[in-house]
């Protein structure tokens, strides 16, 4: 039985400062990792995706890896009351479907 | 644009009436999945298809049904909602390769039972 661990929060980050979300999962064999933001009442919204340990960064975001300590976690730089959401963190399966965590909430104050 | 639409986005039904919700792809993905969302729960893998091959998860209980006619579309069956059914309904579809598993969100359903 995969899990995936997040603290439900809420996170709260002033405006304009780095916003760490963190997430730790039980599969060690876990080959794909992702992070979906979803806004209260919609859908989620894949942002990013890591298949290999390190950093990958897009924009103002940057998902971090570590296989060894079974670790993910999504920086936001700047952060924008917009950015203020549920952030999912999601182990693939291949196509067997994601295991999700139960989502951390940011609020980003202004 | 390519996407994944969901009908309809909202829907209220009575206790132990059949609800049939759809879900339509314009990306030509191979897999198309179900989840279910409760408030402040993450989503749970209902079932997936895999071209035409279902993959129904092991707690997913008997009154879910699901069909898909072809690659374009997907239907949940809810055979006799019960008040513990009212939740949000994710379809999602995925590709192949490397991407399988990276997965794209319609909408979604809201499902209410009176």
């Known amino acids: 039985q995969k899990e995936v661990e997040q603290n439900s929060g809420p996170l709260s980050v002033p405006e304009g400062a780095i916003a760490s979300l963190n997430c730790t999962y039980s599969?060690?064999?876990?080959?794909?990792f992702f992070w979906y933001r979803q806004y209260s009442g919609k859908s989620p919204e894949l942002i990013m995706s890591?298949?290999?340990?390190g950093d990958k960064e897009d924009g103002r975001f940057t998902a971090q890896l570590n296989k060894a300590s079974q670790y993910v976690s999504l920086l936001i730089r700047d952060s924008q009351p917009s950015d203020s959401a549920t952030y999912l963190c999601?182990?693939?399966?291949?196509?067997?479907?994601?295991?999700f965590g139960k989502g951390t909430h940011l609020i980003i104050q202004p | 644009d390519a996407m994944v639409i969901q009908n309809p986005r909202y829907q209220v039904t009575q206790f132990g009436k059949p609800v049939t919700l759809s879900c339509s792809q314009t990306?030509?993905?191979?897999?198309m999945y179900w989840y279910q969302q409760k408030s402040s729960q993450a989503p749970k893998l209902l079932f997936h298809?895999?071209?035409?091959?279902?993959?129904n998860e092991a707690d997913t209980p008997d009154n879910f049904q699901s069909r898909r006619p072809n690659t374009s579309f997907c239907f949940l069956d809810i055979r006799s909602p019960g008040l513990g059914d009212a939740a949000m309904y994710l379809c999602?579809?995925?590709?192949?390769?490397?991407?399988?598993?990276?997965?794209?969100f319609g909408p979604g359903t809201r499902l209410t039972v009176l």
């Open positions: 890591i298949y290999s340990n």
């Open positions: 298809y895999y071209d035409k091959d279902f993959n």
């Open positions: 599969d060690r064999g876990s080959q794909s």
């Open positions: 990306l030509n993905h191979n897999v």
């Open positions: 999601a182990i693939g399966g291949g196509a067997d479907g994601l295991t």
């Open positions: 999602a579809t995925s590709g192949v390769g490397r991407r399988v598993d990276e997965q794209f």
